[in-house]
């Protein structure tokens, strides 16, 4: 009897070249699915971000037609008791409202401007700015006294001193309340004058509401407005001026490395719709009427 059970037991135990050879396959799989695992959650987060957007730029356009068809403007002074203000200063002294603000009442949640995708996610505009700092509209460049913002950066693929043009569609109080004087001030775009809202720019993965266009924004036809990085505080290192490939980067940290990361874009369109593009794709080239060569989704006029 008692050497039966010895044999039982020797039976069902395992060596340790079994073992080893377990711990094996379980690690090889881990190295195999852990990488899909991650690309999945990147994948999902960048259409959470989507979603946003694409509500975002909804409540967008019912402003619009409540306000003659008129975007709002990037920044204007108010005088306000909402805490949830971009630049609030108690309910007798001149605020700064963003963009944000005002078609809030048509979104109703602070949350829905916060990217997941972001380093910046705290959706209380009571106790942060960063609903303000996820998403933003290109501003017109008659806010800095222009005719058009120029760029050299997304320029090209092989040579980045190609100059191309672009123009925005947020307008700008001349005295936005926290930098006075800095912006000339001009209104916003209205709808009649996108001429094709289907491959207009509205709202995108950005660092700002404007892209730092009004308050920092370079003056005068800059070549290389995209170029410029936040760097003056250590939690905004990785917000570029501009639009920003935020999606599947290899690169977060550095500003330097966000055009060349090979990250992905969001993007909503006047028309509505929303779309992903890889970076460079984003900012494809093409001339206008007159010749001069435009960013093909940042050029309202043709």
């Known amino acids: 009897m008692r050497n039966h059970l010895e044999s039982n037991n020797s039976k069902g135990a395992f060596t340790l070249i ?11 799989l881990a190295a195999i699915l852990f990488p899909v695992f991650a690309q999945a959650r990147e994948q999902a987060r960048k259409t959470v971000c989507l979603s946003n957007l694409k509500q ?25 008791s909402d805490e949830a203000t971009f630049a609030w200063n108690g309910p007798t002294v001149k605020s700064t409202a963003a963009w944000q603000n005002v078609v809030q ?9 916060i990217c997941p995708d972001n380093i910046l996610t705290n959706g209380n505009a009571i106790v942060a700015i960063d609903p303000f700092l996820n998403y933003g ?17 997304y320029g090209d693929t092989t040579d980045f001193n190609v ?3 672009w123009q925005g569609l947020l307008g700008c109080f001349p005295d936005n309340g926290w930098a006075a004087g800095v912006s000339v001030g001009t209104p916003s775009a209205t709808m009649s004058s996108i001429s094709s809202p289907a491959d207009m720019t509205m709202v995108t993965d950005a660092s700002s509401p404007d892209w730092w266009g009004s308050g920092f924004g370079p003056g005068g036809q800059d070549t290389d407005f995209f170029h410029y990085c936040v760097s003056w505080f250590s ?7 501009g639009p920003i490939g935020r999606h599947t980067q290899q690169t977060r940290t ?17 028309d509505g719709h929303a779309k992903s ?13 007159a010749g001069a060569l435009v960013y093909k989704y940042l050029w309202p006029t043709e």
Request: proline letters at 6%.
């Open 18 to 28: 079994e073992l080893l050879v377990v711990i094996a396959i379980i690690a090889i």
């Open 56 to 80: 975002l730029s909804l409540g967008t356009l019912m402003y619009i037609q409540d306000y003659d068809e008129s975007f709002p403007l990037a920044f204007t002074p108010v005088v306000t």
């Open 105 to 113: 009442p048509y979104i109703k949640s602070y949350q829905l401007m």
């Open 137 to 153: 509209m290109p501003p017109v460049s008659g806010i800095h006294g222009i005719s058009q913002w120029g760029d050299t950066y």
């Open 163 to 165: 100059h191309v043009q």
């Open 235 to 241: 939690a905004y290192q990785s917000q570029r001026f």
């Open 254 to 270: 550095l500003c330097s490395y966000i055009r060349t990361s090979g990250g992905q874009i969001n993007v909503t369109f006047v």
């Open 277 to 289: 593009f890889p970076i460079m794709s984003y900012f494809t080239k093409k001339s206008d009427s």
